[in-house]
């Protein structure tokens, strides 16, 4: 069973957090936490993936995205964007921003996000509009002969 929590800003994050955390990008505490609410998806009461979101410089922001890597690939990581994006909609989102590894570029672009520059450290910046979030999963689909859409 796949299960979802939010922790608020300022609420204490717990193990499970940061062990996803730091065995997907190798640290846990972040900057942006005191102000940031963060997403914890759990399959079978294993807490396996999580990502965060948090207001600054005229936008929100999304960072440290992740899955366990022998649990990727089941649309868990898909879960925390949607999640992060409704959180964003949710809160009248103008913008929302995130920087990513170039690899990643793709699963972002997927839900609309466009590049708008490269950082020093070889990092893409994104940006998605936030009348463009669009959390219907047929919306980007490019299937035309779905039945669904007779
Ligand atoms: C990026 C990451 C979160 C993806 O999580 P995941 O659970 O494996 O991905 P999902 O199964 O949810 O993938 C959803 C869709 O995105 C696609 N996708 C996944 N990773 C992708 C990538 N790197 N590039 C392009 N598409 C990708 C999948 O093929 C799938 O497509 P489909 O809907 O057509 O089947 C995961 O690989 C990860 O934790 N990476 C390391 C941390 C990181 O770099 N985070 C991003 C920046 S903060």
Request: net charge neutral; with cysteine.
């Amino acid at each position: 069973m796949v299960q979802g929590k939010w922790f608020s800003p300022g609420e204490t994050l717990t193990a499970d957090v940061l062990s996803v955390r730091s065995s997907v990008f190798g640290a846990s505490g972040n900057n942006s936490d005191p102000e940031a609410w963060n997403a914890l998806v759990y399959l079978d009461d294993r807490p396996v993936a999580t990502g965060r979101i948090w207001w600054s410089d005229n936008a929100f922001w999304l960072g440290g995205i992740g899955v366990l890597p022998p649990d990727r690939g089941q649309h868990l990581g898909d879960l925390v964007l949607r999640l992060l994006l409704y959180k964003a909609q949710s809160h009248f989102a103008r913008e929302v921003r995130l920087r990513c590894p170039l690899e990643t570029e793709g699963f972002f672009s997927r839900l609309g996000f466009q590049s708008v520059s490269r950082t020093p450290s070889g990092h893409v910046e994104m940006a998605l509009a936030g009348h463009d979030i669009s959390l219907d999963s047929c919306h980007h689909c490019k299937k035309q002969d779905c039945p669904n859409r007779k």
